[in-house]
């Protein structure tokens, strides 16, 4: 049961948008938000953080769907009012090749509170939301897992990888390939605007991207952390094609002094062409002072391998690719399918839009 129209003895479920502090249903969206960070061991949030987030749902225009419990909770226990589930969903275009776009339904933030688990109440969320997807004319729903093992049975499957690179930036580094653009530095503030119009320009040529959350811009751009608050360590550089048009950019940071070999972290390396990739590390690799660059959701699939003068410069720990690891996004059509064992693979939270690779089913 998660489906609004049904209700049972213990629990009632409720969807809903997020609204702003004037609206008389904030109350019901901050509380769904605290549970949300209840679930995923988030310090608690703080009503300013709280606005900030609800403000990027209604950006994104997300439903929300809380299941609580019917009954009064003994003396001292969270009131009612907190739902004791969460599911989220928002609509996004995913690319699947040739100028084609499909409507996808995207699904977060699950959560069920520990002294509710196996009840059924994740099942019964999932399913109803996928019936709903389905008869909302949905072909396709898509979901970033924290938990890899749990999604199997309904039907989703692994869809794309990252990995974690290691570049050794050091005299030895250098990348076969002749500017045709420039790199300048700019006020990581740009990328509010900037982040998303260049993403565009990737996503419509990468088969497999989805168009990303509004989150996205707001982290890259340093303008907010997880706990809310900005990042100030938060550096960037954009990438000018030769008729002036930005077609790439990177927002990194210094790992600090007490990082050894001294190295800079990509938080976010976005480029329209490979000319534009490939001057963006060029940059990365000239910045004084600097011995080894850092990318933890670096592609599978890079230019770098092959441009680079020395094998030796590019680490790729033994193991990234297979495990440890592989972030992932799942596919799916939208029907609850059979139970089907998910492998074993180890995943971490992400919010990966560019998807490399699509299930053929
Ligand atoms: C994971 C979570 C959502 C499961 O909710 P739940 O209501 O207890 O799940 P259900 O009772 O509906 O179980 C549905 C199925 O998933 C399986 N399942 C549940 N949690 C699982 C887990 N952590 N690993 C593997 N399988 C799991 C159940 O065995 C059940 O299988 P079956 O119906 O095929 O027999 C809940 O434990 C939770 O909120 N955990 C913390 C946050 C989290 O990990 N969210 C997922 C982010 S990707």
């Given amino acids: 049961m998660a489906d609004p129209k049904e209700t049972n003895e213990k629990y009632n479920v409720k969807r809903f948008r997020s609204v702003g502090k004037e609206n008389p249903d904030y109350g019901q969206a901050r509380d769904w938000l605290r549970a949300v960070g209840f679930g995923f061991h988030d310090e608690q949030r703080s009503d300013e953080l709280i606005d900030k987030i609800l403000a990027m749902y209604q950006a994104d225009n997300r439903e929300l769907t809380g299941v609580y419990v019917n009954e009064e909770p003994p003396l001292h226990a969270l009131n009612p009012g907190f739902p004791v589930a969460t599911f989220g969903t928002l609509e996004n275009k995913l690319n699947v090749g040739f100028g084609e776009e499909l409507r996808t339904r995207q699904i977060t933030a699950v959560t069920v509170r520990g002294t509710h688990r196996r009840h059924g109440i994740l099942r019964g969320m999932m399913t109803a939301d996928l019936a709903d997807?389905?008869?909302?004319?949905?072909?396709?729903?898509?979901?970033?897992?924290?938990?890899?093992?749990?999604?199997?049975?309904?039907?989703?499957?692994?869809?794309?990888?990252?990995?974690?690179?290691?570049?050794?930036?050091?005299?030895?580094?250098?990348?076969?390939?002749?500017?045709?653009?420039?790199?300048?530095?700019?006020?990581?503030?740009?990328?509010l605007d900037l982040a998303p119009e260049v993403f565009e320009q990737v996503h419509h040529r990468t088969p497999g991207s989805i168009v990303r959350q509004d989150s996205y811009r707001h982290h890259v751009s340093g303008?907010?952390?997880?706990?809310?608050?900005?990042?100030?360590?938060?550096?960037?550089?954009?990438?000018?094609?030769?008729?002036?048009?930005?077609?790439?950019?990177?927002?990194?940071?210094?790992?600090?002094?007490?990082?050894?070999?001294?190295t800079v972290e990509i938080v976010d390396l976005v480029a329209a062409t490979d000319s534009a990739y490939l001057e963006l590390w060029q940059f990365l690799g000239s910045i004084d002072l600097v011995e080894q660059v850092s990318w933890p959701d670096a592609p599978v699939e890079d230019p770098l391998v092959w441009r680079s003068r020395t094998d030796a410069a590019l680490r790729l720990p033994t193991t990234a690719t297979c495990c440890g690891c592989a972030s992932w996004t799942s596919l799916q059509p939208c029907q609850p399918a059979a139970t089907a064992p998910m492998d074993g693979w180890s995943?971490?939270?992400?919010?990966r839009s560019v998807l490399p690779t699509v299930p053929g089913n």
């Fill in 133 to 191: 997807a389905k008869d909302g004319g949905f072909a396709m729903a898509a979901l970033t897992a924290s938990e890899a093992s749990i999604y199997g049975r309904f039907g989703f499957g692994v869809a794309t990888f990252e990995r974690s690179i290691k570049v050794d930036t050091g005299p030895k580094f250098r990348i076969r390939h002749e500017p045709v653009g420039r790199v300048e530095i700019a006020d990581p503030r740009v990328l």
């Fill in 347 to 351: 995943c971490r939270s992400g919010m």
């Fill in 223 to 262: 303008a907010m952390t997880r706990d809310g608050s900005e990042d100030k360590a938060i550096k960037c550089a954009l990438h000018y094609a030769p008729d002036g048009i930005i077609d790439g950019y990177v927002s990194y940071k210094f790992a600090g002094w007490d990082t050894k070999p001294y």
